[in-house]
């Protein structure tokens, strides 16, 4: 009991033991008449029930008053069993879809005191970057439904937290560079700086404690005018601000609720996206996040006219039935190209088909991974499964030694069409001139099988790569465009120009066209050379002395 009410039953009592009325008490002590009978009930209740001298000590606590939770227990409970890492702010938006009225700091205290205090946070250095200078992006992984699992992108700007959230089923270097046009496209504009960590796709490996970064994605921030940045290894804190965002998500978007399908939580992410984590406050200043990324994207770098093409690349052969498969799908290409090479370009919607010159061979919509749809062509009449003089031909195009094998393997084999198929197939691996060199010491031991065709490859060549590929189609398409148009190399001599600045007297004789031209500037073009310069297949404008286009670029041309 508290000094004063003690003071005031010890009073009560002395009066009353006097013979004073209670009624007279309370008037002689400034009291209601309530308050001295309620005094002396206390006393008779304490005297019958005895107490503690603690109880005695601590203050009364009074009757406890109603409070907005009061009735809701029953549906916390229910929810903390469905969801037993809920946060308090998922909790008071599930509990105000069904008709609470109260606010975000009573639902709060209320789980603080289920689940007892928290862990102690550890102090990290914020640091402050200008407006337009850094964008940060990551992944992360998020199992929505049984064994269902989302890969969640991630780009934040580290000025104003403008944030741009993306999900796929894959973390494949083309879906990188996708998201990241994409962020910037949200962002409009692009900052100076993009900080990650080693991922694949943008980081190869380390070499010496240095990063070795990626040379595509160094082509696209190259496109885009940013200049990569990675974070050391096992330090998530170096990258804070787009790791923040990825616990806002588990703690909002993911918790509490449950998705069906990845379709559901690509759209339920747009959502949240634009009504949820851009309408956070600033750490700082306090505004909506929108507001603030409208106030940093004057600082933004502008976007190019034309987005970076980021589909993917594959190489196909195509198969007996003219036909190229992608992830289960089958797509049909024209019937004169069954045995080629080809390559497709996998955008989101579309896939391209072209051959090795680049030319477009076709274009068709894109099927749903694994869907195992074969696509129709209406066009294309009935063929059998295999058309052995087509593919016989299509070997034969390599060199004699190739039709030679295939003209044997289909005098030893009942069954040739398969085999013949599987031969052109080697070409998405290995190099056809390899193939052959396969093929001519398989002859020498009558080895007339594909199997053992490719056996022979493992054993003694090497595969190679997608580059290498494109750089070898852009050899054989420049060495078929010129061979009308033979460029000899010139002497040596001719350069010592470039040395003493005096023009050997050979230089003249030695000129491959063989005409004495005078005395020449060692900088001015030859006389036969100036005006209009003869048309060659490269293009306009190409000199006849001029080194072929494809003498250092390589794949370039492609």
Same mark, same amino acid.
């Given at each position: 009991?508290?000094?004063?009410?003690?003071?005031?039953?010890?009073?009560?009592?002395?009066?009353?033991?006097?013979?004073?009325?209670?009624?007279?008490?309370?008037?002689?002590?400034?009291? &209601?008449?309530?308050?001295?009978?309620?005094?002396?009930?206390?006393?008779?209740?304490?005297?019958?029930?005895?107490?503690?001298?603690?109880?005695?000590?601590?203050? !009364?606590?009074?009757?406890?008053?109603?409070?907005?939770?009061?009735?809701?227990?029953?549906?916390?409970?229910?929810?903390?069993?469905?969801?037993?890492?809920?946060?308090?702010?998922?909790?008071?938006?599930?509990?105000?879809?069904?008709?609470?009225?109260?606010? #975000?700091?009573?639902?709060?205290?209320?789980?603080?005191?289920?689940?007892?205090?928290?862990?102690?946070?550890? &102090?990290?250095?914020?640091?402050?970057?200008?407006?337009?200078?850094?964008?940060?992006?990551?992944?992360?992984?998020?199992?929505?439904?049984?064994?269902?699992?989302? *890969?969640?992108?991630?780009?934040?700007?580290?000025?104003?937290?403008?944030?741009?959230?993306?999900?796929?089923?894959?973390?494949?270097?083309?879906?990188?560079?996708?998201?990241?046009?994409?962020?910037?496209?949200?962002?409009?504009?692009?900052?100076?700086?993009?900080?990650?960590?080693?991922?694949?796709?943008?980081?190869?490996?380390?070499?010496?404690?240095?990063?070795?970064?990626?040379?595509?994605?160094?082509?696209?921030?190259?496109?885009?005018?940013?200049?990569?940045?990675?974070?050391?290894?096992?330090?998530?804190?170096?990258?804070?601000?787009?790791?923040?965002?990825?616990?806002?998500?588990?703690?909002?978007?993911?918790?509490?609720?449950?998705?069906?399908?990845?379709?559901?939580?690509?759209?339920?992410?747009?959502?949240?996206?634009?009504?949820?984590?851009?309408?956070?406050?600033?750490?700082?200043?306090?505004?909506?996040?929108?507001?603030?990324?409208?106030?940093?994207?004057?600082?933004?770098?502008?976007?190019?006219?034309?987005? #970076?093409?980021?589909?993917?690349?594959?190489?196909?052969?195509?198969?007996?039935?003219?036909?190229?498969?992608?992830?289960?799908?089958?797509?049909?290409?024209?019937?004169?190209?069954?045995?080629?090479?080809?390559?497709?370009?996998?955008?989101?919607?579309?896939?391209?088909?072209?051959?090795?010159?680049?030319?477009?061979?076709?274009?068709?919509?894109?099927?749903?991974?694994?869907?195992?749809?074969?696509?129709?062509?209406?066009?294309?009449?009935?063929?059998?499964?295999?058309?052995?003089?087509?593919?016989?031909?299509?070997?034969?195009?390599?060199?004699?030694?190739?039709?030679?094998?295939?003209?044997?393997?289909?005098?030893?084999?009942?069954?040739?069409?398969?085999?013949?198929?599987?031969?052109?197939?080697?070409?998405?691996?290995?190099?056809?001139?390899?193939?052959?060199?396969?093929?001519?010491?398989?002859?020498?031991?009558?080895?007339?099988?594909?199997?053992?065709?490719?056996?022979?490859?493992?054993?003694?060549?090497?595969?190679?790569?997608?580059?290498?590929?494109?750089? !070898?189609?852009?050899?054989?398409?420049?060495?078929?465009?010129?061979?009308?148009?033979?460029?000899?190399?010139?002497?040596?001599?001719?350069?010592?120009?470039?040395?003493?600045? !005096?023009?050997?007297?050979? *230089?003249?004789?030695?000129?491959?066209?063989? *005409?004495?031209?005078?005395?020449?500037?060692?900088?001015?073009?030859?006389?036969?050379?100036?005006?209009?310069?003869?048309?060659?297949?490269?293009?306009?404008?190409?000199?006849?002395?001029?080194?072929?286009?494809?003498?250092?670029?390589?794949?370039?041309?492609?």
């Amino acid at each position: 009991m508290h000094e004063e009410r003690q003071h005031l039953l010890y009073e009560v009592q002395r009066r009353l033991r006097r013979g004073e009325s209670k009624r007279g008490i309370a008037r002689a002590l400034g009291i &209601a008449p309530k308050t001295v009978r309620r005094l002396l009930k206390d006393n008779a209740r304490r005297r019958d029930d005895g107490e503690s001298a603690l109880e005695r000590e601590l203050p !009364d606590k009074g009757t406890p008053r109603a409070r907005k939770l009061d009735g809701w227990e029953d549906k916390i409970a229910r929810e903390l069993e469905r969801f037993p890492d809920i946060t308090s702010q998922r909790l008071l938006e599930n509990l105000q879809a069904a008709g609470f009225d109260g606010q #975000y700091t009573i639902v709060r205290q209320y789980l603080k005191t289920l689940r007892g205090a928290a862990r102690p946070k550890t &102090a990290v250095e914020v640091v402050t970057t200008a407006p337009g200078q850094q964008a940060q992006f990551d992944w992360s992984p998020y199992q929505i439904a049984g064994t269902l699992t989302v *890969q969640v992108w991630s780009c934040t700007l580290s000025w104003s937290r403008g944030r741009s959230f993306h999900s796929s089923d894959n973390t494949r270097q083309t879906t990188i560079l996708d998201f990241l046009r994409r962020s910037f496209e949200e962002f409009d504009g692009v900052p100076a700086e993009g900080v990650t960590d080693s991922m694949p796709g943008v980081v190869d490996r380390w070499e010496c404690g240095r990063p070795i970064p990626n040379i595509r994605f160094l082509d696209f921030a190259a496109y885009y005018g940013f200049a990569l940045h990675v974070a050391p290894r096992a330090d998530g804190a170096y990258k804070g601000k787009v790791e923040r965002p990825f616990w806002f998500l588990e703690s909002n978007l993911l918790n509490g609720r449950t998705f069906p399908s990845r379709e559901a939580f690509a759209e339920q992410l747009a959502w949240w996206t634009r009504e949820r984590a851009m309408q956070r406050p600033h750490p700082e200043t306090e505004l909506p996040l929108w507001q603030m990324l409208e106030q940093e994207r004057p600082f933004l770098k502008p976007l190019p006219r034309r987005p #970076y093409d980021t589909r993917e690349v594959v190489t196909r052969v195509v198969d007996s039935y003219a036909y190229v498969a992608y992830e289960t799908n089958s797509y049909p290409v024209p019937e004169n190209t069954i045995g080629d090479l080809v390559f497709l370009c996998i955008g989101p919607d579309r896939i391209e088909i072209f051959d090795r010159g680049v030319h477009r061979l076709a274009e068709h919509e894109r099927q749903p991974n694994g869907a195992g749809i074969r696509v129709p062509d209406p066009t294309r009449s009935h063929r059998g499964r295999y058309d052995l003089a087509l593919l016989t031909d299509r070997l034969a195009a390599w060199s004699p030694v190739a039709e030679d094998f295939a003209r044997r393997l289909r005098e030893r084999k009942r069954a040739a069409g398969p085999e013949l198929a599987h031969l052109l197939g080697l070409q998405t691996t290995w190099s056809a001139d390899d193939i052959v060199k396969a093929m001519r010491h398989a002859l020498d031991y009558e080895a007339f099988d594909a199997r053992a065709i490719e056996r022979i490859l493992q054993a003694r060549f090497r595969p190679r790569s997608l580059a290498e590929q494109l750089a !070898d189609s852009t050899r054989e398409r420049i060495r078929d465009r010129m061979r009308d148009h033979p460029i000899g190399q010139r002497p040596l001599s001719r350069y010592s120009v470039l040395r003493t600045g !005096d023009v050997p007297p050979t *230089q003249m004789e030695d000129h491959p066209h063989g *005409q004495d031209h005078g005395p020449a500037d060692p900088v001015a073009i030859p006389a036969d050379h100036a005006g209009t310069p003869p048309t060659c297949p490269d293009g306009p404008g190409t000199p006849p002395d001029a080194p072929s286009a494809g003498a250092n670029t390589g794949p370039a041309g492609a």
